[in-house]
């Protein structure tokens, strides 16, 4: 048997982090140089940004409809964010983590919880954090996207959010973009390397150790 046929259970890799820290940045390149994870796409009543794209950013959605997802037991998690709805659906990801597909998770810390109590196996928690709160304040007037306003309150959050650093498995600064990423990457790989998602090994380890 080689080793490249070894069956591996995928993995939510979860990044969150203060507004305005860095995780959009992280998971972007994540996706564009990792051929093996994919986007969870969160259902989400927030009004799209420019450049963002309807079923690859989030499921832009009204809250008539969202509201019918969670009736309908349609979402893993969800949670009230910055006056929006914020939730991850359930369909897909299953079916997906079961033949080997790893999945990126932007979510908040709320979400991070409740996903960890539902499927702790599976999940890895990442924390990313600003060098300091001048840069994060820096970053969100850098990035152009919200009003002096929305800026303002989501500085006010920062050290609200900052202060669920511990319910992570691995907390990273992101002081240079390029070393921040490296150690995400190097996270992802150990992660994936684990014992008990390496389904296959066991009849691999069998053959090696046949008498
Ligand atoms: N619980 C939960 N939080 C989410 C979900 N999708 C996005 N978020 C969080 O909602 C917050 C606001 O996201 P967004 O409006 O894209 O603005 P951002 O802060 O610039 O990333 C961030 O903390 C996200 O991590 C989700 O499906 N569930
Ligand atoms: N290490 C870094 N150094 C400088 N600017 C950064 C760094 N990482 C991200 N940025 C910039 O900061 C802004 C906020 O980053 P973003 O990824 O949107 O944060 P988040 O998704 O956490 O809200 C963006 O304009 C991004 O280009």
């Given at each position: 048997?080689?080793?490249?046929?070894?069956?591996?259970?995928?993995?939510?890799?979860?990044?969150?982090?203060?507004?305005?820290?860095?995780?959009?940045?992280?998971?972007?390149?994540?996706?564009?140089?990792?051929?093996e994870?994919?986007?969870?796409?969160?259902?989400?009543?927030?009004?799209?940004?420019?450049?963002?794209?309807?079923?690859?950013?989030?499921?832009?959605?009204?809250?008539?409809?969202?509201?019918?997802?969670?009736?309908?037991?349609?979402?893993?998690?969800?949670?009230?964010?910055?006056?929006?709805?914020?939730?991850?659906?359930?369909?897909?990801?299953?079916?997906g983590?079961?033949?080997?597909?790893?999945?990126?998770?932007?979510?908040?810390?709320?979400?991070?919880?409740?996903?960890?109590?539902?499927?702790?196996?599976?999940?890895?928690?990442?924390?990313?954090?600003?060098?300091?709160?001048?840069?994060?304040?820096?970053?969100?007037?850098?990035?152009?996207?919200?009003?002096?306003?929305?800026?303002?309150?989501?500085?006010?959050?920062?050290?609200?959010?900052?202060?669920?650093?511990?319910g992570?498995?691995?907390?990273?600064v992101?002081?240079?973009?390029?070393?921040?990423?490296?150690?995400?990457?190097?996270?992802?790989?150990?992660?994936?390397?684990?014992r008990?998602?390496?389904?296959?090994?066991?009849?691999?380890?069998?053959?090696l150790?046949?008498?």
């Amino acid at each position: 048997m080689a080793t490249d046929t070894l069956h591996r259970r995928g993995l939510m890799f979860i990044l969150s982090s203060p507004s305005g820290a860095g995780k959009t940045t992280i998971a972007r390149r994540l996706l564009a140089e990792d051929g093996e994870i994919a986007m969870s796409v969160s259902a989400t009543t927030r009004p799209m940004r420019p450049g963002e794209v309807d079923g690859k950013d989030y499921h832009f959605v009204s809250q008539t409809e969202f509201d019918r997802m969670v009736e309908d037991n349609g979402f893993y998690e969800w949670a009230h964010v910055f006056g929006h709805s914020y939730g991850t659906p359930k369909a897909q990801i299953r079916a997906g983590l079961k033949d080997g597909q790893d999945y990126l998770f932007d979510i908040d810390w709320q979400g991070t919880q409740q996903l960890h109590q539902k499927a702790q196996a599976d999940v890895v928690r990442v924390f990313i954090l600003p060098p300091s709160l001048e840069e994060l304040h820096r970053r969100l007037i850098g990035r152009g996207t919200d009003s002096a306003e929305v800026i303002a309150a989501r500085m006010a959050r920062a050290q609200a959010e900052i202060s669920h650093w511990d319910g992570y498995d691995y907390v990273v600064v992101n002081d240079d973009v390029e070393t921040c990423f490296g150690k995400v990457r190097e996270i992802l790989d150990a992660e994936r390397m684990r014992r008990t998602r390496q389904t296959g090994l066991i009849d691999f380890v069998r053959e090696l150790t046949r008498g």
